[in-house]
């Protein structure tokens, strides 16, 4: 695993969209795993900034997103469909359909989670995903305790994962659906380049057993542990509960600039 100690999110986004720039330099047609929520936003602002200078297509990419929220209607603001919509996939040039997520309206939600998990894999699998990280170490809706080897399904969330997105529904947590279809601890793992992207102090615990703690699947961001090829984006915030965060620095400050991310 690879960690990355930047200043503020601006540097995060340009970071993050430089891992995306590199990959559909070399792989138009690549297949995008899309977070929502608040981490990735530099990122896509940062990615749509090249797509309007003309630096970068999605014309031929694809895009998968992590997770929805069960029954909100399809006009509800907060669907992350909309959400996505939104804040990244309308401000670049994806062909109409080239961004799919789980169906959180479906009515058989275990025939939705097997559709879901094989549209993944007849796209060929996710080149890069994008993750952020829940303060109780969930990546998607994956809450502690979630198998280690999960796959597509509907998850209970936490009242602290509620309660963090209350934010996002005026501030009131019973607004906060209480069910979720997310993808999989397995099915995230199976992405060929993970990186997860955490910012401020709220994150610094979770961000901690992330990197250093035990693998567990009461901080399930851990199984990242055991990807070949997964980044992590800090700020200093977030960062500050590391014990080998000098190494990290020093790590990646001495690393050749050809080599990326
Ligand atoms: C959202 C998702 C979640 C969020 C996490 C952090 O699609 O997968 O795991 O990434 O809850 O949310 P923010 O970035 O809003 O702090």
């Known amino acids: 695993m690879e960690v990355v100690i930047l200043q503020d999110a601006t540097e995060i986004g340009g970071v993050g969209a430089d891992a995306i720039t590199v990959l559909l330099g070399r792989k138009p047609a690549a297949v995008l795993g899309l977070a929502t929520g608040s981490s990735p936003l530099a990122i896509y602002d940062e990615l749509a900034r090249r797509r309007d200078a003309g630096l970068i297509s999605f014309r031929g990419a694809r895009g998968f997103t992590l997770d ?62 994008i993750l952020g990280i829940g303060t109780d170490g969930h990546i998607a809706f994956n809450e502690p305790g979630s198998s280690l080897g999960s796959r597509t399904r509907i998850k209970t969330l936490t009242m602290q994962t509620r309660m963090d997105n209350a934010r996002f529904f005026g501030d009131d947590v019973d607004a906060v659906p209480t069910h979720c279809l997310t993808q999989g601890l397995a099915t995230i793992m199976e992405a060929r380049h993970l990186i997860l992207v955490a910012t401020g102090r709220r994150k610094a615990e979770a961000v901690h057993q992330l990197v250093e703690g035990p693998i567990s699947a009461l901080w399930p961001a851990t199984i990242l542990q055991l990807h070949p ?20 620095r020093e790590t990646y400050r001495s690393k050749p600039e050809w080599q990326g991310i």
């Open 68 to 129: 929805e929220y069960v029954g909100l209607p399809a006009d509800h603001p907060q669907r992350y469909r909309t959400v996505i919509d939104e804040v990244f996939v309308s401000k670049v040039d994806f062909a109409p359909g080239g961004v799919q997520g789980p169906d959180g309206l479906a009515a058989d939600i275990p025939a939705a989670c097997a559709e879901y998990e094989a549209a993944i894999q007849d796209a060929g699998g996710v080149d890069l995903q």
């Open 229 to 248: 090829h997964a980044t992590v984006l800090l700020d200093e915030a977030a960062a500050r509960r590391l014990q080998l965060v000098d190494y990290y």
